[in-house]
């Protein structure tokens, strides 16, 4: 059974630092990579994709991929309010196949 | 561009009434159709996915039916309605291949 594992939260961190939330995945083949928003009362919108090992940059956010310890991260520098929501990580193994969501990690970046 | 329309954006139905709930994507063809419910506080639960017109999966065996009548149109149905049929449904649709997700508006459902 393919899961993705994310901590719940909250992550409570002060504007300006930079708020780290990681996710695992249990199933090795997987080969595409994604990170949502979620804001409260919204629906989830694609911040980053990430593919193949290492490191993604987009503004202040960046995405940290390492499939031989099953693991994605994503970085926010420069935290602020409006970056508190829910993100979510989601997996995809191969093709068409449905993508597989974590449950999310709530972020509050407190002013 | 693309574009994804779901509606209503909010409903409240007594329970043992039916539901319809629409999705459609302009400026695209052939996509990959979902509809997710995610219930208060809970994680994102796939119910259904199409790959194409006609071809429907279902993820989680309830009251619940899909339908892909054309090309960029998918519906989420169900003849009666439960109270655990509350909850924010989500369309959402991708290209093929494994690429990311476009999410709709979403519904939000509420069963009295």
């Known amino acids: 059974q393919k899961e993705v594992e994310q901590n719940s939260g909250p992550l409570s961190v002060p504007e300006g630092a930079i708020a780290s939330l990681n996710c695992t995945y249990s199933?090795?083949?997987?080969?595409?990579f994604f990170w949502y928003r979620q804001y409260s009362g919204k629906s989830p919108e694609l911040i980053m994709s990430?593919?193949?090992?290492g490191d993604k940059e987009d503004g202040r956010f960046t995405a940290q991929l390492n499939k031989a310890s099953q693991y994605v991260s994503l970085l926010i520098r420069d935290s602020q309010p409006s970056d508190s929501a829910t993100y979510l990580c989601a997996v995809n193994m191969w093709g068409n196949t449905p993508l597989v969501f974590g449950k999310g990690t709530r972020l509050s970046v407190i002013a | 561009s693309q574009t994804i329309h779901q509606w209503p954006a909010t409903l409240v139905q007594p329970v043992g009434s039916p539901l319809s709930l629409e999705c459609t994507v302009e400026g695209t063809s052939n996509p990959n159709l979902y509809w997710y419910r995610q219930a208060a506080g809970r994680g994102l639960q796939l119910l259904f996915y199409s790959v194409g017109i006609g071809q429907i999966s279902s993820e989680v065996p309830q009251n619940l039916s899909a339908s892909r009548p054309q090309d960029r149109q998918f519906i989420l149905s169900s003849k009666k309605l439960l109270l655990s049929d509350s909850g924010f449904y989500l369309c959402?649709?991708?290209?093929?291949?494994?690429?990311?997700?476009?999410f709709g508006s979403g519904t939000r459902l509420t069963v009295v």
């Open positions: 959402a649709w991708s290209v093929k291949g494994g690429d990311g997700y476009t």
């Open positions: 199933d090795r083949v997987s080969q595409s």
């Open positions: 990430i593919y193949s090992n």
